[in-house]
Structures are given as structure tokens and as C-alpha cells.
């Protein structure tokens, strides 16, 4: 395998594109819609005469608008049964939205559930959804910094739930005092579902409704003004390519330590859809790439483990957290969308020649020697050799979490767990050996004070972060729930977070999630 300079490096635009495709996934959309509503957003943007900063801030606002929404996903599917469902009726009319959402509430459980849960949100419904959307705001804010995108890129899209009449999210701006780029990519985004539901007269018919009130009524003249030179040919141009093509002065290949940083950023992100993955795209890099340097791979191919190891569970996004954080079984239905996840990772990631190898590895990694894994029930020589490792540092990984239905398995239990597998002829037994042999030392993260949070807050944070209620964090640490409750004021209060999402950011960009990695990673 050919080393870094051998492979077309990665443009920004690519990696904020591919992430658009699961963005997609998690409202229920058809990919692309992002896409399509960045090219909306463009057009306007012509029409209006924006100079390059102002261009800039329109083509990353409207590919990132929603990048924070899928963070609390696990509470969205605790109050709606599906978050999936209750995200893709955010683009119906007011009245028609609230209907729908109000008929989700506590889905999928019995009455008395489902009453108990919608006496909570008539209660508290209002100070959570502003919570929730000014949250998301805040989450697209740090991304942008976190792929350090210009300062004017990162107001636009913290503040891109405002609404021209001040009835928007968090509700501190109104008319122009919010940013342009801001207010073009949120019209784009309704205008492309309406356009692609009921072509231009429906879109249309949307912008002057809305206008005034929820959209710029001058951006909404404008498309109405000139809808077939801006919508016309949005169904005949190929969305990608297009948008690939149209990325502004930022349009530089990422360098190797950049790419990995953006990289790494983003599996975080990917990562808080469900308390019960935090952190763990990260660890499955680290112990991927610790095992193929103990298997002797050249540097090139122990980076694109490492690489593989962060995307391979983007398409984690496009399967609702009702799955994912159940407790109880699941059902065949159920189980076979879970199936689809590897190849939806593959699908974000495969319209880029730079990033579609790291997909190809990554699709692979739930597939098993005898034919019996998933995506395409792959066998034998099918399977490629970045793929078993992947495969069985994902696996062990997995394993040494808790999840919904378990908690996180002892060291010793994990590997003999992983040897099983060998046995039965499902994993590869050189995969495996390398891959126990690169978790032979395993360390417990250190937990220094952060923000001066005492040794029992930062416990505590990582029982909230996991998804764990005031009563439960109170069970497990034997503690009176009312301290635990103080305990969680007093966390949110020193880093600076008003929910579980936000705090669970903090952990994971601080070390504190996983609890575990190798002692090969701690010393680097």
C-alpha cells in the first residue's frame, strides 16, 4: 500500500460534505438534501453580490446548520420513540409539526409510559426544546472551531436558528442584526425540501408565507423574483460534484495532521449521538493503529487503520436511537437496520477519491471470516486484512463499554470473549492476537481536576455524560439522589453546559471517555 503522498489529499469541503450525507440520514432525508440546500444557499448568494469572506460563511453555515442536532438524540428518543421521525418533521408547517410530534410522544411504550412522559414535556416541553435547539447551535459552533473554519463561519452557524422576526433560537437577534450567511443558509434548508416535495410553486408558496416572520423577506422576494434561474436546474445537476467544485478560497488539500485532527473532531461528534459510544470511535483508532504497528505494517498502513478506525461509525447516524440505546432485545426489523450501518458509513465517504479507501477498509469491519457479519455477509479472502483488525479492535472495544443491554465487560472477559470468536472461525486469529497484544497493558485514564471539578464531580460526569439519571448516578455511587442532583448543578455551572449533550462533549474532549485505552496510546 502507497504512502500519504501516493493518495489525492483531502479537501475540506469533502470531509464537511461526507458528514452532510449522514446529517441527511438522521432527519429522515434523502442524501443530498444538504447538498442541494448549499447550492440554494449559493444561488442566492450570487444574487445578492456576497464578497468572498460572506461566501465563505454561506457554503460552510449550509453544510453544517445542522451538524449538532443528532447530540441528543438519546433524550429525543426517550420523549418521541424514534429521534429519526421526530427530526424529519421539523420541515412541516407549524401547526401540522407540533401535531405529529405530539403523537410520537412516548412511543413505542404502554399508556401509562406514555402519559407520565407527556405530563413531563407539557410541563417542561418549552425550556427543553429552547434548550435543545440553542445547544445544537452551540455544538455547529465549536465543530466549525474545532475544523478551523474563519471566525465569521462560526458565528453564522451559532446563530443560525434566529429568526427574522426574533422568535428563533436562543432569540438574542432578530431582522439584520442576524448574520446573512446565517439567514440565506436556514432559508435554503426549508426552501429544499419544499422544492424537492412540490417543485417551485410549493417553494415559493413557502418563502411568502414565512416571509417576514420566520425568513428575510427580501431573501424571500429574491427567490420568488428569480426561482427558475436558482431551482430550476437543481434536479438535472449532480450535488456533489457541484458543491465540491464551488468550495470558496478555503479549496486546499488538508495536511496529514490536519486531516487526522478534522478527522478526530468529527468522530467525536458522530459520537455523542448515544451516551453509550462516547468516545469510542477514538479508541477504536488508537487500538487499531497500536495493533498494526505490533504486526509489523508499514507507517501508511497503520494510518489508514487509524484513519478507518475514526469513520467507521459515521453511518451511526442514520439509525435511530431507539435502537441503538434499547435495553431490551430488538427485533429482526430492527436488527436489520442496524445491518445497514457499515454501509451507509460507505456511502458518505465513497464519492470522495480521497476518503473513499478509508470507507472501503470501514464497511468491512462487522463482516466475519465464516459469512456470518454484515453489511454483505463477506467471507474468507473477501475480507480484507486493514478490515479483521478493524473488525476485532472494534469488537474488544465494544465490549470494554457499557451498553444499553449490559454493562462494560472486564478486560479478561472481553479477550476471551475475542478468542471465542476465533475459535469459531469468525474473527482472524492474527487480527486478534495483535490486537489483545496492543490492549495487554491497559491503564486507566488519568482524571485531573478540569475546571476545578472535584474527584466526585468528575465521576458523576461521566455516570451523567453516559445517560444516567439523578437516581441512577445515585445507586451506583450510593449516594442520596439529592446530592447527586447537586453535584450535577454544580458540573454544569464550572464547564459551562446546561445538558447532558454538552457535558458529555466536555468529557469526551477531555479524556474522560472512553474510561479505558491502551497503555501504548497513554504514552504517547
Avoid at 454493562?407 to 482472524?428: F, H, I, K, N, T
Avoid at 451506583?476 to 447532558?500: C, F, M, Q
Wanted: aromatic share 6%; glycine share 10%.
Amino acid at each position: 500500500m502507497g504512502g500519504d503522498a501516493d493518495r489525492p489529499r483531502v479537501r475540506l469541503a469533502e470531509l464537511v460534505a461526507a458528514l452532510s450525507l449522514g446529517v441527511d440520514l438522521g432527519f429522515g432525508q434523502p442524501m443530498e438534501h444538504v447538498l442541494r440546500q448549499c447550492l440554494i444557499a449559493l444561488g442566492l448568494a450570487d444574487y445578492v453580490g456576497l464578497g468572498e469572506h460572506d461566501w465563505v460563511a454561506v457554503y460552510y453555515t449550509a453544510l453544517l446548520v445542522n451538524v449538532g442536532c443528532h447530540a441528543d438524540a438519546h433524550e429525543q428518543a426517550k420523549w418521541f420513540g424514534d429521534d429519526i421521525k421526530f427530526k424529519s418533521g421539523k420541515y412541516a408547517g407549524s401547526a401540522r409539526g407540533a401535531l405529529a410530534a405530539m403523537r410520537l410522544v412516548g412511543a413505542g411504550n404502554p399508556p401509562l409510559h406514555r402519559f407520565r412522559v407527556g405530563l413531563g414535556l407539557a410541563l417542561a416541553g418549552p425550556r427543553l426544546q429552547d434548550d435543545m435547539i440553542s445547544q445544537h447551535a452551540r455544538l455547529a459552533r465549536t465543530l466549525a472551531g474545532q475544523l478551523d473554519l474563519p471566525g465569521q463561519v462560526r458565528e453564522a452557524v451559532g446563530t443560525a436558528y434566529e429568526q427574522w422576526d426574533g422568535r428563533g433560537w436562543p432569540g438574542d437577534l432578530r431582522g439584520e442584526a442576524v448574520p446573512l450567511a446565517a439567514r440565506i443558509a436556514q432559508f435554503a434548508e426549508f426552501i429544499e425540501v419544499a422544492h424537492r416535495v412540490g417543485g417551485i410553486e410549493a417553494a415559493t408558496a413557502l418563502a411568502r408565507r414565512r416571509a417576514g416572520r420566520q425568513f428575510d423577506p427580501a431573501l424571500a422576494a429574491l427567490l420568488c423574483d428569480n426561482a427558475q434561474e436558482i431551482l430550476g436546474n437543481l434536479d438535472a445537476i449532480p450535488a456533489w460534484r457541484t458543491v465540491i467544485a464551488a468550495e470558496p478560497a478555503l479549496a486546499v488539500g488538508l495536511s496529514a495532521e490536519q486531516l487526522d485532527s478534522a478527522l478526530m473532531a468529527i468522530a467525536n461528534f458522530v459520537d455523542l449521538k448515544s451516551p453509550f459510544t462516547l468516545g469510542h470511535s477514538v479508541a477504536v483508532a488508537d487500538l487499531s493503529e497500536a495493533a498494526g504497528n505490533r504486526l509489523g505494517w508499514p507507517r501508511a498502513e497503520q494510518v489508514m487503520l487509524r484513519r478507518a478506525g475514526l469513520v467507521h461509525g459515521f453511518g451511526r447516524l442514520g439509525v435511530s436511537n431507539s435502537i441503538w440505546d434499547r435495553p431490551g432485545p430488538l427485533s429482526a426489523g430492527e436488527w436489520e437496520r442496524i445491518r445497514m450501518y457499515p454501509y451507509l458509513t460507505e456511502r458518505m465517504l465513497h464519492q470522495s477519491a480521497a476518503l473513499a479507501p478509508l470507507g472501503e477498509v470501514a464497511v468491512q469491519h462487522r463482516e466475519r471470516l465464516d459469512g456470518t457479519g454484515y453489511p454483505r455477509g463477506l467471507s474468507g479472502g473477501a475480507i480484507s486484512r486493514q478490515a479483521r483488525v478493524l473488525g476485532a479492535a472494534e469488537a474488544y472495544q465494544s465490549m470494554r463499554e457499557p451498553r444499553p443491554h449490559r454493562p462494560a465487560l472486564p478486560a479478561e472477559e472481553a479477550a476471551a470473549e475475542l478468542r471465542a470468536e476465533v475459535r469459531a472461525g469468525r474473527l482472524d486469529s492474527t487480527a486478534v492476537g495483535a490486537v489483545l497484544e496492543a490492549a495487554g497493558h491497559r491503564v486507566p485514564r488519568r482524571r485531573e481536576a478540569l475546571a476545578g471539578l472535584t474527584a466526585r464531580e468528575v465521576e458523576v460526569l461521566i455516570l451523567l455524560a453516559r445517560g444516567m439519571s439523578n437516581k441512577q448516578i445515585a445507586e451506583r455511587l450510593v449516594i442520596t439522589p439529592k446530592t447527586a442532583g447537586n453535584h450535577v448543578e454544580h458540573i454544569y455551572a464550572k464547564i459551562d453546559a446546561s445538558n447532558r449533550a454538552a457535558a458529555a462533549l466536555f468529557a469526551v474532549q477531555h479524556g474522560l471517555l472512553p474510561e479505558e485505552r491502551t497503555a501504548a496510546t497513554s504514552a504517547r
